[in-house]
T-cell receptor, first 111, second 114 residues
Framework: GQQVMQIPQYQHVQEGEDFTTYCNSS?????IQWYKQRPGGHPVFLIQ?????EVKKQKRLTFQFGEAKKNSSLHITATQTTDVGTYFC???????????FGTGTLLAVQP | DAGVIQSPRHEVTEMGQEVTLRCKPI?????LFWYRQTMMRGLELLIY????????DSGMPEDRFSAKMPNASFSTLKIQPSEPRDSAVYFC????????????FGPGTRLTVT
């Protein structure tokens, strides 16, 4: 079946360092969404990318969607303790509203 | 808006008992999703509805699981009989529109089956 893998599974950084998580799908995606889940919380939508090669920025966060629409990345510049949590990518399947969630990357930020 | 509402927030039950999880989506949303989250398997889509009609239930683990959406403001996920391996956090999410729009997740129900 369709799979969406993320690397790394876990990343520990010092506050102020940069962080990147990568998302790879076994099949072409119609779109990619990114969610953040704080410890003990629920996933919260961050952004959606639809076009091949698309790049979007939200303050210190930069999101990219690959040219082949099979991979994506999230880069955080100068991490802060508030960035702690698990970041999930979620790939859209065809013309449906179904999302396949990635395995997630847990980010720990040491002050 | 109150967001997606789930109840109960925590459920502890013994193996073999019936468990019913409840969800109220955001008013006006026409898609409702049920997910299960575990350390081993991550976040899995179990089933989703569009306008109260089940569209894809391929993620439902087995016949012990069933889901209903009798109206636009209420859905249930039932497990009968429950087993220890069903222990997980179950999330309900809703979204709006024919395109793939952001999903709004509820706070989740943490289920423990002993």
């Amino acid at each position: 079946g369709q799979q969406v893998m993320q690397i790394p599974q876990y990343q520990h950084v010092q506050e102020g360092e940069d962080f990147t998580t990568y998302c790879n799908s076994s099949t072409t995606l119609s779109n990619i969404q990114w969610y953040k889940q704080r410890p003990g919380g629920h996933p919260v939508f961050l952004i959606q990318l639809v076009k091949s090669g698309e790049v979007k920025k939200q303050k210190r966060l930069t999101f990219q969607f690959g040219e082949a629409k099979k991979n994506s990345s999230l880069h955080i510049t100068a991490t802060q303790t508030t960035d702690v949590g698990t970041y999930f990518c979620a790939g859209g399947v065809g013309a449906t509203n179904k999302l396949i969630f990635g395995t997630g990357t847990l980010l720990a930020v040491q002050p | 808006d109150a967001g997606v509402i789930q109840s109960p927030r925590h459920e502890v039950t013994e193996m073999g008992q019936e468990v019913t999880l409840r969800c109220k989506p955001i008013s006006g949303h026409d898609y409702l999703f049920w997910y299960r989250q575990t350390m081993m398997r991550g976040l899995e889509l179990l089933i989703y509805f569009n306008n109260n009609v089940p569209i894809d239930d391929s993620g439902m683990p087995e016949d012990r699981f069933s889901a209903k959406m009798p109206n636009a403001s209420f859905s249930t996920l039932k497990i009968q009989p429950s087993e220890p391996r069903d222990s997980a956090v179950y999330f309900c999410a809703s979204s709006f529109g024919v395109k793939v729009y952001e999903q709004y997740f509820g706070p989740g129900t943490r289920l423990t089956v002993t």
